[in-house]
């Protein structure tokens, strides 16, 4: 690779386009970076692309302090998709024990 010989899209790779926000509050860009990744776990998901889909959610879950009912329930769905019923169950149990009363989240497991 050298830079300014060509760009990736003119050589046939998809582009994606995304809406940012510059922001110099630290702290709410800390807040916000894990909805990015959940977003972008969301996209592949959408595409298909479960185990696409794996890695942005860990680094959401990393990143989020308050572990994200959210996020556990569509790793455990991700999971599910891609086979790996153990790691699957293992998500939605955190899930519940975020908010044991949810009926939503029974719905996955």
């Not at 860009?29 to 977003?39: E, R, S």
């Not at 479960?50 to 942005?56: D, I, N, R, V």
Request: glycine share 8%; aromatic share 12%; with cysteine.
């Amino acid at each position: 690779m050298e830079e300014g010989i060509t760009w990736f899209k003119d050589k046939g790779s998809s582009t994606t386009t995304m809406a940012v926000e510059a922001n110099d509050n630290q702290q709410a860009m800390k807040t916000q970076q894990p909805n990015v990744f959940l977003g972008l776990g969301n996209t592949q998901c959408e595409q298909g692309d479960f185990a696409g889909a794996l890695p942005y959610f860990q680094k959401a879950l990393t990143l989020n302090l308050q572990q994200s009912l959210d996020i556990y329930i569509n790793f455990g769905d991700s999971f599910s998709q891609c086979g790996r019923f153990s790691e699957a169950i293992a998500a939605y149990q955190e899930a519940i024990a975020l908010e044991s009363d949810n009926p939503h989240i029974y719905i996955h497991t």
